[in-house]
C-alpha cells in the first residue's frame, strides 16, 4: 500500500515536470532579416510561461515554428516529445488538436453566428457528431466566458472584448493541452484586458492547460505567469518570476517594466 502511494506520488510528480513543448536552440531568418537566434525554451505541463519583447522580436514567429506554420533553419521544436519538424499533414492537424492558438485578431468567421462559430470545430476538428453533447461544449465554454447571452449574435454584433472571448472559448472548446496566446488583451481596455487574463489563469488551474503567453501588457503577465522569459533582439535575454525580473539588478532587464508599468 505505501508503495502504491509513493509510485502515485512519484508519477504526479513526473507528470508535473513533463516538458510538452521543447524549443531546442532554434533560428530562423527571413532573408537577411535574423530574427531567432539560437532560442532554447522549455514549456512544462500545466505551466504559464509568458514571453515579453518589444516589437518586432520575433515572438510570434516562436510560436509559429511551435505549431509548424513556420521550420526553423536550425534547431528542433519537439511537442510531447516528437519533432514538429518532422511532421507529415496528417500529423500536423493531429497537432494543432492539442495545441491551441489564439493569434491577434481573434478567429471568428465573420458570417456565422457564435453558436456556429463554435460547432464549427466540433464538427469539423474533433467529428462529433452527437447533437446534445454539441449543444453542451458550446453552452458549457460560453457560460465559462461570460458569452451565453451572447450565443445567437453575429461577431459584428460583438464589443471588441466580448470577440476576443468569443475567439478564446473557439479555441478551447476542443480542449487543448497546450494553449499559445499571441497579444491576448492587444487593443481591449484595463477592464477588459483583466478579464482575459483572469480566463487564461482560470484556464489553466480548471484544465492543467500548459500556455505560453505573448504580450506587451504587463498585467497579463502578473496575472497569468508562473515564469516570465524576455526577448531581446532575437535572444532570451533573461528568465525567472515576475517580481524577480521586475527588480532584476539588471537595467536592460528592468527597462522592460518601466516602461509600462
Ligand atoms: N512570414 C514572414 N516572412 C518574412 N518576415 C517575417 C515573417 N514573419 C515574421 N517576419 C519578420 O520577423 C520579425 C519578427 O516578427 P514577429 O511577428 O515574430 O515579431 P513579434 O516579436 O511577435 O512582434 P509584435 O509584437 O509586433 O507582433 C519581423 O521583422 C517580421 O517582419
Redesign the pocket.
Known sequence: METATKHTKENKQALKNEVVVDIDHIS?S??N?E??KDISLKLKRGENVV?L????????????CIVGL?IPDKGIVKVFGDDVGEMDADELKELRTKVGFLF?GGALYDSMTVRDNLEFPLTRVLKLTDQAEIDKRIEDVLDGVGLLDAIDKMPSDLSGGMRKRAGLARTMIVRPEIMLY??PT?GLDPITSREISELILEMQKKHKTSSII?T?DMECAKITADRVVI?NEGTYIAEGSFDELKNSEDTLVRSFFNETT
Open positions: 530562423k527571413f532573408g532579416n530574427v531567432l514571453i519583447g518589444k516589437s518586432g522580436q520575433g515572438k510570434s514567429v516562436t510560436i509559429q513556420l491577434q499571441d497579444e492587444t505573448i506587451h526577448m
